[in-house]
């Protein structure tokens, strides 16, 4: 008995070594662009669009897969993606512009700034700042219900048909069209819990208009991306030229969807190149300076070290940067210095975004699909473990 038994085991082990042979690739090849085409494969994602960085410049972007796999068409250079909430970062950044500027403060009661109220309702005379915001602990929720009921994939794609105000006052305050006491809003006092907040951010991105009195992506393009030189780089379907341009987002089966986005845009439906957010991240890693001179300074090196002060989730939440990007995807031990990023993921879209300040290094790679969790993706493990290691962070 004990030996069939043990018989059936064996066969067993078998079976799964094989399983897991089918599903994962276990080659190195020395090559990087072999390595990634290897994983990528294995992976079965549509397409990816890498950048690297190294001593402080783009030293290399390697493309594989298809923005399109219908029409064929091949990721490149030009291939804009939807970034998910790797967007907050460029939201953060115009936040900051407008602290420097002396036009708010980060500790400021956001209703200062607003036409309607926004109070936690259990905690309504604890004021809700612009740092609270930029670190999750405003005690905003996202009500998932809701939140994910209005993305527009539901409604052929395309941008929202709702205002920031016009969603935000609905959502935020009493009589709200979509406002629920104990959905929209955390059981923690403002200022005291991490609580991770999409919403939080639409409204960060609203607060720029109102104190600007430009619209946000009006604002973001005139201070932030043309500065750097970002042409590539749009918040809105409406605003880009060449709608070819736009990688097709695939869910976790193959599956196309159309190009979407939602009300908050401002938290995660920025839409870039690799080529070109490696331009803000290195203005971001060179104290608000990019490659241009003194008309591509984004912020003062005060600002930059401001916004990478550890605010909450035990010293890993800065005002919209992580600490936690690569223990989070359980890469923790494949940089050598202390990193900060952010990463993204929706409906059709992965994004994966780090760097280490010290060494000057980062990575930048955005899919055009969903993350499965299965054997599979241990393939895309192994590929940023790479990436991370091969630009020395």
């Known amino acids: 008995m004990w030996k069939i038994i043990g018989?059936?085991?064996?066969?067993?082990?078998?079976?799964?070594?094989?399983?897991?042979?089918?599903?994962?690739?276990?080659?190195?090849?020395?090559?990087?662009?072999?390595?990634?085409?290897?994983?990528?494969?294995?992976?079965?994602?549509?397409?990816?669009?890498?950048?690297?960085?190294?001593?402080?410049?783009?030293?290399?972007?390697?493309?594989?897969?298809?923005?399109?796999?219908?029409?064929?068409k091949p990721v490149t250079d030009e291939t804009m993606f939807q970034i998910a909430s790797v967007s907050k970062t460029v939201t953060a950044t115009a936040v900051m512009q407008l602290a420097e500027q002396g036009r708010i403060g980060l500790d400021d009661d956001i209703n200062k700034y607003l036409p309607f109220h926004v109070a936690h309702p259990k905690f309504p005379d604890t004021p809700i700042t612009f740092r609270m915001l930029l670190a999750h602990t405003s005690g905003i929720d996202n009500n998932w219900d809701v939140y994910e009921s209005l993305y527009t994939l539901h409604e052929g794609g395309g941008d929202s048909p709702l205002s920031l105000e016009t969603f935000l006052s609905g959502f935020l305050v009493p009589g709200g069209k979509w406002y629920d006491e104990e959905k929209n809003y955390t059981k923690d006092r403002p200022g005291t819990t991490f609580a991770y907040s999409n919403i939080g951010y639409g409204l960060l991105g609203y607060l720029v208009e109102e104190v600007s009195g430009m619209p946000f992506p009006a604002y973001t393009q005139q201070y932030i991306f043309e500065p750097l030189g970002m042409t590539s780089t749009k918040w809105l379907h409406a605003d880009v030229?060449?709608?070819?341009?736009?990688?097709?987002?695939?869910?976790?089966?193959?599956?196309?969807?159309?190009?979407?986005?939602?009300?908050?845009?401002?938290?995660?439906?920025?839409?870039?190149?690799?080529?070109?957010?490696?331009?803000?991240?290195?203005?971001?890693?060179?104290?608000?300076?990019?490659?241009?001179?003194?008309?591509?300074?984004?912020?003062?090196?005060?600002?930059?070290?401001?916004?990478?002060?550890?605010?909450?989730?035990?010293?890993?939440?800065?005002?919209?940067?992580?600490?936690?990007?690569?223990?989070?995807?359980?890469?923790?031990?494949?940089?050598?210095?202390?990193?900060?990023?952010?990463?993204?993921?929706?409906?059709?879209?992965?994004?994966?975004?780090?760097?280490?300040?010290?060494?000057?290094?980062?990575?930048?790679?955005?899919?055009?699909?969903?993350?499965?969790?299965?054997?599979?993706?241990?393939?895309?493990?192994?590929?940023?473990?790479?990436?991370?290691?091969?630009?020395?962070?």
């Open 7 to 72: 018989l059936l085991l064996g066969a067993v082990v078998l079976t799964l070594g094989v399983f897991v042979f089918v599903q994962v690739d276990f080659t190195s090849p020395k090559d990087l662009d072999r390595f990634v085409e290897a994983k990528m494969n294995k992976s079965g994602m549509t397409g990816v669009s890498i950048a690297l960085i190294e001593d402080n410049k783009l030293e290399r972007v390697i493309n594989y897969g298809e923005a399109d796999a219908e029409k064929d």
């Open 241 to 393: 030229t060449d709608r070819s341009r736009l990688a097709i987002p695939y869910t976790a089966k193959n599956k196309p969807i159309v190009p979407h986005s939602f009300p908050t845009y401002p938290d995660g439906a920025l839409k870039t190149t690799t080529t070109d957010f490696a331009k803000f991240y290195l203005a971001i890693m060179n104290g608000g300076r990019g490659g241009r001179g003194d008309h591509g300074s984004i912020l003062t090196p005060s600002s930059i070290a401001e916004m990478f002060k550890p605010q909450a989730d035990e010293g890993n939440q800065a005002l919209g940067w992580s600490y936690d990007v690569l223990n989070s995807i359980y890469l923790g031990g494949a940089a050598q210095g202390k990193t900060l990023g952010h990463n993204g993921s929706d409906p059709g879209v992965l994004a994966i975004t780090a760097f280490n300040p010290d060494a000057k290094s980062g990575v930048i790679v955005f899919f055009n699909q969903e993350l499965d969790l299965n054997l599979r993706a241990l393939n895309l493990h192994a590929m940023i473990k790479r990436l991370v290691e091969e630009v020395g962070m």
